[in-house]
């Protein structure tokens, strides 16, 4: 089946801001994450954060919204306030110890007024592959692995999603794994935002944004169109295990240099990226020493966006 992103009838509007959602433990990768959160774990000595970073900038994106929680200073100083030519926006998840990805979702409603990427922060990926989500409503997924566990979708005779399933484990051609890559337009995003306070409101904290797709593709209200991913160029980072298997990706060997359409980069990111990342490495893994910023972020419940200092 190919890509149906280059169909005329789709709209025009360009996606250059993306939502990072980074605030839980990474438990299952311990001890790697008991003092650094996933997102700065390393596959091929290239952490999966930087990694990102380049692939969005490598696609003109200008925009970064971070959602943290665990070890954040961690990941404010990695980045500071600029990386890759984008702006770089945080949001503190003061619950991220008992909450999921929903409430994470949940705490962007204010942040974000604009078309953007949804990402998960433990994913790794070939950059190039990211092109087919550069335009609202879409969806990444990719033909279902042994390897492959969560959500599934199935495909309508129009091409669109046609309803989300909660586990990966069937055995015909008809279902796909999310990638946890989605991009949203205004509008979606508006509706969304509706559905998620009902969530949070009833207190439903503790579940995934998913369910609120899933939900609204029942009603009628959502409709996101697929983006077929190469099972062999991506993969979803939950443990050991994984990481081990992510190093044998393709397309994710090469110096990132490379991965950014073959130009030599320099950012402030690339000049920070070697102390920052061997300190956050080290056997003691101290959090002194580390350069903090003003707290001057996005913290729930408050909610009031502030730009971090240059």
Not at 70 to 97: E, V, W
Not at 232 to 253: F, K, N, P
Request: hydrophobic fraction near 40%; glycine fraction near 6%; aromatic fraction near 10%.
């Amino acid at each position: 089946m190919n890509n149906l992103f280059n169909h005329p009838a789709f709209g025009q509007e360009q996606v250059r801001t993306a939502l990072l959602l980074a605030a839980g433990t990474g438990s299952r990768l311990a001890p790697l994450t008991d003092k650094m959160p996933k997102c700065l774990v390393s596959v091929n000595e290239i952490a999966i954060l930087e990694r990102l970073v380049f692939a969005l900038r490598s696609h003109n994106f200008k925009r970064l919204v971070i959602v943290v929680g665990h070890q954040a200073d961690c990941i404010r100083n990695f980045l500071g306030t600029r990386a890759g030519g984008m702006k770089i926006t945080y949001i503190t998840s003061p619950l991220y110890k008992t909450t999921n990805n929903i409430y994470s979702l949940w705490l962007a409603r204010k942040v974000i007024d604009e078309p953007f990427l949804l990402i998960e922060s433990d994913l790794v990926f070939d950059p190039g592959m990211l092109k087919g989500m550069l335009h609202p409503d879409r969806i990444a997924i990719s033909r279902l692995q042994p390897w492959m566990n969560g959500t599934t979708v199935t495909i309508n005779s129009h091409q669109k999603i046609k309803a989300f399933q909660g586990s990966a484990h069937k055995s015909d051609d008809n279902h796909y794994k999310t990638v946890n890559i989605y991009s949203l337009s205004t509008t979606t995003w508006r509706l969304v935002r509706e559905r998620l306070d009902r969530y949070i409101s009833n207190n439903m904290v503790n579940g995934y944004y998913e369910t609120v797709f899933a939900d609204m593709v029942i009603d009628g209200c959502l409709s996101f169109t697929p983006v077929f991913f190469d099972s062999s160029r991506w993969y979803e980072i939950d443990t050991i295990a994984d990481l081990r298997a992510a190093a044998q990706v393709c397309g994710l060997h090469h110096h990132l240099s490379f991965i950014v359409t073959g130009h030599a980069v320099s950012s402030h990111l690339v000049q920070g990226y070697p102390r920052v990342y061997r300190r956050l490495q080290g056997i003691n893994r101290s959090k002194r020493g580390f350069r903090r910023y003003p707290d001057r972020e996005v913290s729930a419940p408050m909610m009031s966006a502030s730009p971090l200092p240059q």
